[in-house]
């Protein structure tokens, strides 16, 4: 018999985490996970998955009733709304301006779709006259895809103009939204997003794990007149809103992450009693004083501030500094976490995320301070 391996219980430091997620979690969402597990078809869990939908609505600003969390990260929620949406034969524009553009080109051609890509350069957001010329050159496309708050730039796109944009060319968006919901303004029902997805483990300040997504009529539609079957079985939506489903009796799917979700209730309820206005706002003017201390210390942005995110901050790495060292020494001496570069920027900018309850004067001062020190040295 092998062994049993003996280890002490894993007791992780209190890190500030500024990187560009997962962002550091409301005390009492931590302890929202802590309380008991019920079943996942107990009466009372299902009475919270009511309300669940009902504040998932609200941070989306929308009325769909097929508006749901996925029991995954971001990452699934981005495949929920490829595999639901594309068939075989589908043709989708994909907008790509950083790293999660570029996985939408993957899912669309795991789905047997085609993808024309649009790339535009890392760091400026999607422009909406390239894309209408695009759409006029190919009448044939079915979905626009694109990345609303691109996470490895820090660089926001105008959803509103680009919806709009779908609606005219008779296509379905499919937007990108892991990084901008909770952060920065975001209407689904009044841009007309057909389907969007996003991520727990960012401006919700939750768990990371779970997907909320949600579907338009239109893309609804879509699901229920596919001529082949979802090819994946636990992404499937017409099985997973069983589950979902407004009914009192439900249908069972899969074993939902309850804790986990008990964790989504509780950060959709403090969001709500800030209010999403509110909570833009206090987002837009943490980022001036985090930009105002940034610049004092002679680092300057990636993005230009008319299409920054206020919630992820890339910095050029000064020429020099070791970006290594330099988030080595953050964590080890001042337990800070703040993100390297992705893709083209590796190696040549730091992410400095400012999400949800990580968006607050002490943890600006603390980062600036230690970057300065650091720095220094």
């Known amino acids: 018999m092998i062994p049993a391996p003996q280890f002490l219980s894993f007791t992780p430091p209190r890190r500030i985490l500024m990187g560009p997620g997962p962002s550091d979690v409301y005390p009492e969402v931590l302890a929202a996970q802590a309380r008991p597990t019920v079943g996942h078809l107990d009466p009372l869990f299902i009475g919270m998955m009511d309300e669940l939908r009902s504040l998932l609505q609200y941070a989306f600003q929308t009325e769909n009733p097929m508006t749901l969390a996925v029991s995954a990260p971001g990452s699934a929620g981005m495949e929920t709304c490829f595999v639901n949406l594309l068939e075989p034969g589908d043709t989708v524009l994909v907008c790509r301006n950083g790293v999660f553009g570029e996985r939408m080109r993957q899912n669309v051609e795991r789905c047997g779709a085609s993808a024309i890509v649009l790339d535009f350069p890392w760091g400026e957001?999607?422009?909406?006259?390239?894309?209408?010329?695009?759409?006029?050159?190919?009448?044939?496309?079915?979905?626009?895809?694109?990345?609303?708050?691109?996470?490895?730039?820090?660089?926001?796109?105008?959803?509103?103009?680009?919806?709009?944009?779908?609606?005219?060319?008779?296509?379905?968006?499919?937007?990108?939204?892991?990084?901008s919901l909770g952060g920065v303004e975001l209407r689904v029902d009044a841009w007309g997003i057909d389907a969007i997805y996003s991520g727990s483990q960012k401006c919700l300040s939750c768990v990371p794990g779970l997907s909320p997504v949600s579907f338009s009529p239109r893309a609804v539609a879509r699901m229920q007149n596919r001529t082949q079957p979802v090819q994946s079985w636990f992404l499937d939506q017409s099985l997973v809103m069983g589950y979902w489903s407004g009914s009192a009796k439900r249908?069972?799917?899969?074993?939902?992450?309850?804790?986990?979700?008990?964790?989504?209730?509780?950060?959709?309820?403090?969001?709500?009693?800030?209010?999403?206005?509110?909570?833009?706002?206090?987002?837009?003017?943490?980022?001036q004083e985090l930009k105002t201390g940034l610049q004092a210390l002679g680092l300057n942005f990636v993005v230009d501030e008319a299409h920054r995110l206020p919630q992820l901050n890339s910095v050029w790495i000064p020429a020099g500094v070791n970006d290594a060292e330099v988030r080595s020494r953050l964590l080890q001496d001042y337990n800070l976490e703040i993100g390297a570069g992705l893709g083209d920027l590796a190696g040549k900018a730091w992410r400095i995320g400012l999400m949800g309850y990580g968006a607050r004067r002490e943890t600006i001062a603390l980062c600036l301070k230690a970057l300065s020190d650091v720095l220094s040295e």
Request: proline residues 4%; glycine residues 2%; charged residues 15%.
């Open 125 to 179: 957001p999607v422009d909406p006259a390239v894309v209408e010329q695009a759409l006029k050159k190919h009448p044939q496309v079915h979905f626009l895809a694109f990345v609303h708050a691109e996470t490895s730039t820090g660089a926001l796109s105008d959803a509103q103009a680009l919806c709009a944009l779908a609606q005219r060319f008779d296509c379905l968006s499919i937007v990108d939204a892991v990084t």
């Open 251 to 287: 249908s069972y799917h899969h074993t939902a992450p309850v804790n986990a979700l008990y964790a989504l209730h509780e950060s959709l309820r403090l969001l709500a009693s800030e209010g999403l206005e509110h909570a833009w706002q206090r987002h837009a003017a943490m980022h």
